[in-house]
C-alpha cells in the first residue's frame, strides 16, 4: 500500500501561483510513477501531469508551459508548481502513484485531494 497527502491548495488570484505537494509513505518511492490530476465541479477528473522515479515527466497540453511536476526522492514527496494560474484551472487537485510506468491514466493509490480555486 502507499499512503498520499496532499498540501498547498487554496485560493489565488488569476495569473498567481501556487505549488501542491503530496507526502508518499508505504513503499520504495522511487519505484512508483506519480501524478497529478484535477476534477472540476460537474466534470469527470483529468490528467495533468506525472513524473517517473527518474524524473521524466508528462502534461496535459492545457497546463504545458504553465505547471511544472518535480518530486524529491530522499523526501518521498511530489510537487506541482502552477504558475500563470487561470479560473479554468479551479479543481481539486488529487496526488496518485502507480508502480513503475508513467501513463495518464490507471494509477493505483490515491490522495483525498486538495481544492484550488483561482479568482477572475
Known amino acids: 500500500q502507499v499512503q498520499l497527502v496532499e498540501h498547498g491548495g487554496g485560493l489565488v488570484q488569476a495569473v498567481g501561483s501556487l505549488r501542491l505537494s503530496c507526502a508518499a509513505s508505504g513503499r520504495t518511492f522511487i519505484n512508483y510513477a506519480m501524478a497529478w490530476f484535477r476534477q472540476a465541479p460537474g466534470k469527470e477528473r483529468e490528467f495533468v501531469a506525472a513524473?517517473?522515479?527518474?524524473?521524466?515527466?508528462s502534461y496535459a497540453d492545457s497546463v504545458k508551459g504553465r505547471f511544472t511536476i518535480s518530486r524529491d526522492n530522499a523526501k518521498n514527496t511530489v510537487y506541482l508548481q502552477m504558475n500563470s494560474l487561470i479560473p479554468e484551472d479551479t479543481a481539486v487537485y488529487y496526488c496518485?502513484?502507480?508502480?513503475?510506468?508513467?501513463?495518464?491514466?490507471?494509477?493505483?493509490?490515491w490522495g483525498q485531494g486538495t481544492q484550488v480555486t483561482v479568482s477572475s
Open positions: 513524473i517517473s522515479g527518474g524524473s521524466r515527466t
Open positions: 496518485a502513484a502507480r508502480f513503475r510506468v508513467i501513463t495518464t491514466d490507471n494509477y493505483d493509490y
